[in-house]
């Protein structure tokens, strides 16, 4: 039987909120108990091709990402936690691979289209090689772990899918040494943002994040967005327009979602009291992640460790990877 071999993870460029829980995180609490093999690294090298002239942020992020992996149940003793920037057969296998993709494809992809078209600030006219060449370097996360199953947001199957024919070719210039990594998206797949903007996003300002505080919660729900036409209590509403009654169909149980929609479109529902009803919905369901990344926040010294060891770990393994890929590149020179 083959092995199931689980890689993921996310840009250090921020804490992540309940967009990312429901896109993937809650994918791969699940799935870490299911793979004989499970790989989460902090993508520091991929978080620098648009933040290079912010390492600071970077840096800074990556025990916070982590202490969210930690929080939300990713399990230390079942996934492996890595830095990218610390496995330098990745960085190895980006060169080689950059051979195996043309820049037109590279400029193809929906993913990356998209982002350029959002960094236009950062990248002007132009953008950087690092950038455009980001899909690249993902591929080679995913390859250099043998990866078969690859849990990710939405967003991120045209990443996946460039990998897919990085790795055909591969084998078909250097013979049959990689395998073709599969994605694996939630149901949810994408949840809007309390503006009502169709991606939560932590550029876009529309997020609650797992570590927010029950203040926090509190406010950002106040501010969402409602049914427009609604001015006085008892007008009647359209919870299908309302961000609020949206994000009660993700945190409340069903009979309060029945309960919030006939009150709502008859009237008989105040837009005050529906926004503090969710936000202590969110605040209950965040509660056991707040709690556990206190303990993390209070221990750095367990999490630095969680890190080290994890890294050590996905080494031993991304060299293994790389002893093949240089015998089928015939680079394995004065190798016996
Ligand atoms: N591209 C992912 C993001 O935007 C992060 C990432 C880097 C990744 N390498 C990966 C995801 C490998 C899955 C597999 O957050
Ligand atoms: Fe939205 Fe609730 Fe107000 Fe209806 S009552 S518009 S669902 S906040």
Do not use: W
């Not at 996934?79 to 043309?102: C, D, G, H, K």
């Not at 060299?319 to 890929?325: G, L, P, R, W």
């Amino acid at each position: 039987m083959e092995k199931k071999i689980m890689l993921t993870g996310d840009r250090p460029t921020g804490r992540l909120h309940i967009g990312h829980y429901f896109g993937s995180l809650q994918n791969r609490v699940k799935m870490q108990n299911e793979v004989d093999e499970c790989y989460i690294l902090v993508a520091d090298v991929q978080a620098l091709t648009d933040n290079f002239n912010n390492p600071e942020k970077v840096r800074k992020n990556v025990r916070e990402v982590v202490m969210d992996y930690l929080s939300v149940g990713i399990d230390p003793e079942k996934a492996t936690i890595y830095i990218q920037s610390m496995i330098p057969e990745v960085a190895e296998l980006t060169v080689f691979y950059s051979n195996l993709v043309t820049i037109a494809r590279l400029e193809r992809n929906p993913t990356v289209k998209t982002e350029i078209a959002q960094k236009k600030e950062l990248f002007g006219e132009s953008v950087t090689y690092g950038f455009l060449g980001y899909p690249v370097s993902q591929a080679a996360d995913i390859t250099a772990f043998d990866a078969t199953i690859v849990p990710v947001g939405e967003d991120q199957s045209p990443l996946i899918e460039q990998c897919r024919e990085i790795v055909r070719k591969f084998n078909s210039i250097y013979g049959d040494v990689l395998r073709e990594p599969e994605v694996y998206l939630s149901e949810t797949k994408r949840i809007k943002g309390l503006d009502g903007n169709e991606k939560m996003g932590k550029s876009l300002g529309n997020a609650i994040y797992l570590s927010d505080s029950e203040e926090e919660i509190n406010k950002k729900v106040m501010s969402a967005v409602t049914d427009p036409s609604r001015i006085k209590k008892d007008d009647k509403g359209n919870p299908d327009i309302c961000m609020v009654a949206y994000y009660h169909n993700l945190f409340s149980t069903k009979e309060e979602c029945e309960k919030v929609c006939a009150e709502c479109k008859a009237g008989t529902r105040g837009c005050v009291a529906c926004k503090k009803q969710l936000a202590k919905n969110i605040s209950d369901f965040l509660e056991p992640m707040r709690e556990k990344r206190a303990y993390y926040e209070a221990h750095p010294e367990i999490v630095d460790e969680i890190i080290i060891k994890g890294t050590e770990k996905a080494r031993e393994k991304a060299k293994e990877v790389m002893a093949k890929v240089k015998k089928a590149m015939k680079l394995d020179y004065f190798e016996k």
